[in-house]
């Protein structure tokens, strides 16, 4: 991943129409579905690359920026998991043992747009949820449907695994 952010820190859009020949070995860049997370990380390791030109140092710094995106969805899992009645106590073990799972503690320490996709699929269900609950109450908003229909294709944009979660929101959206 570290080299797909070093190469969108030289384009200036995230649609990559041709790939140069040097770029080969990162794979099909004009058909890379996780293209989001690269091009917005990009713009960090810009930010670093002004003060150090030290690989390590930058990878240190993108790590530090994927775990704080790992923590932001575990507080918004929290949130989502509270949202939906379950007591404090639940909702803490619950976010406890989903972040001492092996899996979330190394995806969690390294560059993956993983750390991405979790809080914004996070938002994505808390945004559902507060909608429904809002149409329960007869209260249609566009805006909010609009809002929530642009969290789910960034989310899908980060990664397309997320789709099938979209396309849960839509029907349960839809059947509402």
């Not at 080299?3 to 129409?17: E, K």
């Not at 994927?66 to 803490?92: D, E, P, Y």
């Not at 976010?95 to 993956?112: E, G, H, K």
């Not at 808390?126 to 566009?142: G, M, P, Q, S």
Request: charged share 10%; aromatic share 12%; net charge positive.
């Amino acid at each position: 991943h570290f080299g797909l952010i070093r190469f969108f820190a030289h384009t200036s859009s995230p649609l990559v129409t041709a790939q140069p020949a040097d770029t080969y070995k990162l794979g099909p860049l004009a058909h890379n579905p996780p293209f989001l997370y690269h091009y917005l990380l990009s713009f960090l390791y810009r930010f670093i690359g002004l003060f150090t030109k030290s690989v390590e140092i930058q990878v240190i710094c993108l790590r530090f920026a994927n775990i704080a995106l790992a923590v932001t969805g575990l507080v918004v899992m929290h949130k989502l998991l509270r949202l939906i009645g379950l007591s404090r106590a639940l909702a803490n073990v619950t976010v406890l043992i989903f972040a001492l799972t092996p899996m979330m503690t190394t995806v969690s320490a390294q560059i993956n747009y993983d750390n991405m996709l979790l809080p914004a699929t996070s938002l994505c269900l808390y945004v559902t949820v507060v909608f429904v609950r809002k149409l329960d109450k007869i209260r249609f908003d566009a805006r909010d449907l609009l809002f929530l229909l642009s969290l789910c294709l960034f989310s899908s944009l980060i990664k397309f695994a997320v789709l099938p979660i979209f396309a849960a929101i839509a029907a349960i959206v839809s059947w509402r």
